[in-house]
């Protein structure tokens, strides 16, 4: 697989560049695992062996998205992305049109049980 190894000369590599890979890398396997998990679930006929693969897939899922927010707190262009996709409304290409034209991305929106959270619902009515 091309993500096992470096393509380039360990000694030329900054040391972001080599933690960024490693990130990188994990994220990959960790994505990998939670596929095979899914499809292992969805192939057996055994309720319970069922029910351990996916709790062993929802694992993977935890580690992918520890290690997506590593990459996150470590790499600004990274974490630009997230911001910009991540939690968006609607179309995703969409956001990515009015980016690409200069335009600020719409800010992601928080929601609790379906209703918008703004500065103003969070305030304390007497």
């Keep these: 697989m091309s993500s096992e190894s470096l393509h380039v000369p360990r000694e030329v ?35 319970a062996l069922r029910e351990i693969l996916l709790h062993n897939m929802r694992e993977e899922m935890e580690h992918a998205s520890m290690v997506l927010e590593w990459i996150r707190r470590h790499n600004g262009d990274f974490a630009g992305h997230l911001q910009t996709y991540l939690f968006s409304e609607g179309s995703i290409l969409a956001v990515e049109k009015v980016v690409e034209h200069g335009g600020a991305a719409p800010a992601p929106q928080t929601t609790v049980r379906g209703s918008p959270v703004t500065i103003g619902s969070l305030k304390v009515r007497r």
């Design 13 to 47: 590599l900054s040391q972001e560049g080599r933690m960024l890979h490693n990130a990188i890398t994990s994220l990959v396997e960790e994505l990998e695992a939670v596929d095979w998990y899914r499809q292992r679930a969805d192939d057996t006929e055994d309720e």
